[in-house]
């Protein structure tokens, strides 16, 4: 049996941890009960009703956060000579076509975001095999294939994020940072939620919306009310 940690055992008897709780109450539980070091990240955990095996059950979409996600996101903008001013004065990390198809096949993935533009996808289609394990391939339903290129890696910039059910029918993604005041991440996960209200499946019977969690990087989960409809 696995070793329950000290500060594991500070943050049970604290709180109720099978309580289910409004966004803000869970949100400011989940900053007490974190003991890291760091600023660690605040995720939300949705598992959906929904076989995402069929084609039409599916789940992915992309939310802007009102507050941003408190990481710095390295973009890189594989766009076009025409584009590359475009793009850099937008805020991209790092701008070019070429030479970093280049890097990319040689396993340089130093970057989070990937934003590139539909005339030249034939070349990027090509590093498939090194980006897409790592979830960094360029998706047009993401918005990272664009003519707008500018426009992307602003959004991005400014806290634009994509998430996707995984096999196990459950949204995974962050939220914020415990730095930020239970406020702004309860305002944070409200878009993620009301955004995957949005994109419910017509094929989709019963329950779409089975369970809600916040947590930080190595806190235990705060249940969530999954009839939520407020960040308060």
């Known amino acids: 049996m696995a070793q329950v940690s000290k500060k594991r055992k500070e943050a049970l008897a604290k709180h109720d941890l099978t309580q289910v709780r409004s966004l803000v109450e869970a949100a400011k539980v989940v900053k007490d009960i974190t003991y890291t070091k760091f600023d660690a990240s605040v995720d939300i955990d949705v598992r959906l009703g929904v076989d995402p095996r069929k084609a039409d059950q599916m789940v992915r979409g992309v939310a802007t956060l009102p507050h941003g996600t408190g990481k710095t996101v390295r973009v890189l903008a594989l766009v076009t000579p025409d584009k590359e001013a475009e793009a850099t004065a937008a805020g991209a990390d790092f701008v070019g076509l070429d030479d970093y198809i280049s ?130």
Not at 105 to 124: Q, R, S
Not at 159 to 183: A, L, N, P, Q, Y
């Open 103 to 232: 890097k990319i096949e040689k396993g340089w993935t130093d970057i989070d975001v990937i934003i590139t533009m539909p005339a030249v996808m034939a070349k990027v289609g090509r590093l498939g095999r090194v980006l897409g394990p790592r979830g960094l391939m360029p998706n047009p339903k993401s918005g990272t294939v664009t003519t707008d290129v500018a426009k992307a890696v602003q959004e991005v910039k400014a806290g634009k994020i994509d998430f996707k059910v995984d096999k196990t029918g459950i949204i995974h993604c962050s939220v914020g940072k415990v730095s930020f005041d239970e406020k702004m991440l309860a305002e944070n996960a409200l878009e993620v939620i009301q955004t995957l209200g949005r994109l419910k499946p017509s094929s989709s019977k019963g329950t779409y919306i089975k369970s809600i969690t916040l947590s930080s990087t190595m806190s235990p989960a705060v249940p969530v009310d999954s009839q939520v409809n407020s960040a308060s």
